[in-house]
């Protein structure tokens, strides 16, 4: 398969709800087009989505490598393609994340 393959089959599991399938989908469509913004962006939200979900389960620990990895993720979004209009929104995106997990690493949640 190539990447915008990768892609339609993460956006498919995203949509019924296979988020983990989802972020092996788009690890894959980043890893074979590292210049497509639309797969670095998906891949961050479907991290930041599933570490949301491994926090209200109270794994703070593993919920905090899928936020980093999604921090991570917009900013190659934004570094894959700077003239897309939601780089902005990918750039504060990153930096709320971390900033949240800064705090959290602070109140020894992980």
Known sequence: MDAKDWFEQGKQAMMTGRI????????????LNPSSFDAWWALANACNLLG???E???????AH???IK?????DR???????????GKAKAFAET???VQKRKKEQGLF
């Open 20 to 31: 983990e399938e989802a972020i092996e989908a788009f690890d894959q469509s980043t890893s």
């Open 65 to 67: 490598l899928y936020k």
């Open 97 to 99: 994340i971390r900033d």
């Open 52 to 54: 949301s979900q491994i």
């Open 56 to 62: 209200d389960e109270g794994d703070f620990s593993r």
């Open 70 to 74: 999604a921090a991570y993720s917009f």
């Open 77 to 87: 979004a934004t570094r894959a393609d700077p003239t897309d209009p939601k780089v």
